[in-house]
Antibody, heavy 122, light 105 residues
Framework: QVQLVQSGAEVKKPGASVKVSCKAS????????INWVRQATGQGLEWMGW????????GYAQKFQGRVTMTRNTSISTAYMELSSLRSEDTAVYYC???????????????WGQGTLVTVSS | SYELTQPLSVSVALGQTARITCGGN??????VHWYQQKPGQAPVLVIY???NRPSGIPERFSGSNSGNTATLTISRAQAGDEADYYC????????FGGGTKLTVL
């Protein structure tokens, strides 16, 4: 079955960076985009950006421009999201999600990874 | 930036029909997708492109979209439908609604 499995929880200090991985299985990794969405405790969903694993092309939400980098390793069907200059407000669960490669105005997320808790604390 | 407005909470009696709305300017011209999220779990897609159900989602879940409001309808509500529900569209960026907590009484 199609599955996205993310790396484990992280604790980081303010100013540090975090890199979360998302390993895909059950489908051709390069045929679908990977998006990243985060959710602070008790809050809603916030989209961070997308990546085309085939080309490596990316698109980031304006809020995260300059702080987020999305990459991939196609040999192991794994996508990565790195967020730098962490602050306490970045404490959240980070999800990867697969998206069909269609016109962006129509695309949706299915399935999602299990989530990775990133805690930023001094 | 584009905003999606959802009610904070909706309550429905067991076995009755729940309707969760998602308001946005001319949202009827956009593709709306809906996700269900239970506590401690990742979101799950329940409706895509306004009214399509992914495989494995019960027929009790349906969607519509017109004018300034999209609606997720859950018929014959069950206790297991209790969850947060989010709508999502694209408007220069991916946008999520604030989420609606569905309580089944």
């Amino acid at each position: 079955q199609v599955q996205l499995v993310q790396s484990g929880a992280e604790v980081k200090k303010p100013g540090a960076s975090v890199k979360v991985s998302c390993k895909a299985s059950g489908y051709t990794f390069t045929s679908y985009d990977i998006n990243w969405v985060r959710q602070a405790t008790g809050q809603g969903l916030e989209w961070m950006g997308w990546m085309n694993p085939n080309s490596g092309n990316t698109g980031y939400a304006q809020k995260f421009q300059g702080r987020v980098t999305m990459t991939r390793n196609t040999s192991i069907s794994t996508a990565y999201m790195e967020l730098s200059s962490l602050r306490s407000e970045d404490t959240a669960v980070y999800y990867c999600a697969r998206a069909p490669r269609i016109v962006v105005v129509a695309t949706w997320f299915d399935p999602w990874g299990q989530g990775t808790l990133v805690t930023v604390s001094s | 930036s584009y905003e999606l407005t959802q009610p904070l909470s909706v309550s429905v009696a067991l076995g009755q029909t729940a309707r969760i709305t998602c308001g946005g300017n001319n949202i009827g011209s956009k593709n709306v997708h809906w996700y269900q999220q239970k506590p401690g779990q990742a979101p799950v897609l329940v409706i895509y492109r306004d009214s399509n159900r992914p495989s494995g989602i019960p027929e009790r879940f349906s969607g519509s979209n017109s004018g300034n409001t999209a609606t997720l309808t859950i018929s014959r509500a069950q206790a297991g439908d209790e969850a947060d529900y989010y709508c999502q569209v694209w408007d220069s960026s991916m946008v999520f609604g604030g989420g609606t907590k569905l309580t089944v009484l």
